[in-house]
């Protein structure tokens, strides 16, 4: 057995880190097992997980349920190809997102992360208006802070600050940007940004095969919270000019807003919806671009009828079976009483932060919590004091957040806000 000094040195050596310099500098916590709610270090320590691992474990770890779904179908087949082959597992999960995604949502495309299913769902919007005869409409239009993802073309879509624009000049497609919505879950609607919204979509509308926006919740580009009206608004007005809608919901969706998906906060429908994420309760890389048969007849009718993309591991089966039983476990319970429990836990927990000189905002939306400072997180000071509060939780910029397992129990959920004070008092 290596010891853990050895396994930390070559992994900073060799293993690259999300986000991070090669070799690594900041060491990572070495993690030997986790169940329920609680991340096992190799050191012995135990953390209670505030982050669900980036919004994916919504039931947390090792639940047996989902175990058993794993086992069984890695008895059957871990893999086979989707090409010419179908399997049981991937036909319920599409008949299930079907089911309970916004009504019209028809077809499923299965891919294997949330970024990809992005460049899918971007894909389909502009095949759709090449195959319908307007293949000048290749621009996407969204609004600032938002993120989509790593690979280019969700790249191109992320904030232009937060996603480094600068960088990429002249390689990232240049795509349009408006101003943020204006922040707050029950703020009242601001019809002056609404109308900013129309008229810049009309403006554009020539060249625009989407608009596409996280609804009601930002998450990685500034965990902000807006009222869903501008999503419904976004909805009329892409309507009214010739423009898709495409809501990325891979952080959002599968109750953690507080709806089952955003968008039902708003009672609408886009043209493609994308999640991930929770899709498989954190088990396994996953991701869905749903679409309207609107888009996929117009596909259809172009001179290349196909959609041509097609990843090794589409609607890879131990993905599938563990996807339909953390649907299923999730549906299986009062998921909306789960969400609404920790929402409260954390309201009353988080609430002593907003006494705190250094907090700009604390803010609260279904089972998501955060802390806005004033200035940029010290994260190796926020870490040791969180982890030294036995939780797991990872700051980024000026924010430090949460968004629990739904099994958390409340003394959990105490503790995950009662640590994020801490650190919010000294970071
Ligand atoms: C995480 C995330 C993505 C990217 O998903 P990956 O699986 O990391 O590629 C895209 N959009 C949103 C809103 C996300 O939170």
Known sequence: MTSQEELLALDARHVWHPYGPMPGTVPPLLVR??????????????????????WAAVHGYRHPVLDAALTAQAGRMSHVMFGGLTH????????????????????????????????????????????????????LLTWRGGYHGDTFQPMSVCDPDGGMHSLWK???????????????????LDQSYVDMLAEQVAAHAHELAAVIVEPVVQGAGGMR?????????????????????????????????????????????????????????????MAAALCTPEIADGISRGELPVLAHGPTFMGNPLASAVANASIEVLLGQDWLAEVRRIEAGL????????????VREVRVLGAIGVVQLDHPVDMATATRVVTEHGVW???????IYTMPPYVSSDEDVESIARAIVAAAAVA
């Open 33 to 54: 097992e986790a169940a329920g709610v609680r991340l096992r270090l190799a050191d012995g320590r135990e953390l209670v997980d505030g982050m669900s691992s980036w």
């Open 88 to 139: 049981e597992p991937a036909i319920s999960l599409a008949r299930t997102l079907v089911e309970i995604t916004p009504d019209g949502l028809e077809h499923v495309f299965l891919c294997d992360s949330g970024s990809v299913s992005i460049e899918v769902a971007v894909k389909m919007c502009m095949q759709y208006w090449q195959s319908t005869g307007q293949p000048g409409k290749r621009r």
């Open 170 to 188: 002249g390689t990232l497609a240049e795509q349009v940007f408006v101003p943020a919505p204006p922040p707050g879950f029950g703020a009242p």
């Open 225 to 285: 919270f807006h009222n869903p009206g501008y999503v419904r608004a976004l909805r009329e007005i892409t309507a009214e000019n010739g423009v898709l809608l495409i809501l990325d919901e891979i952080a959002t969706g599968f109750g953690r807003s507080g709806a089952l998906f955003a968008a039902d906060h708003a009672g609408i429908t886009p043209d493609v919806l994308c999640v991930g994420k929770a899709l498989t309760g954190g088990y396994l890389s």
């Open 347 to 358: 309201q009353s927990g988080l609430s002593a932060a907003a006494e705190l000189p250094a």
């Open 393 to 399: 939780v990872r700051p980024f910029r000026d924010l």
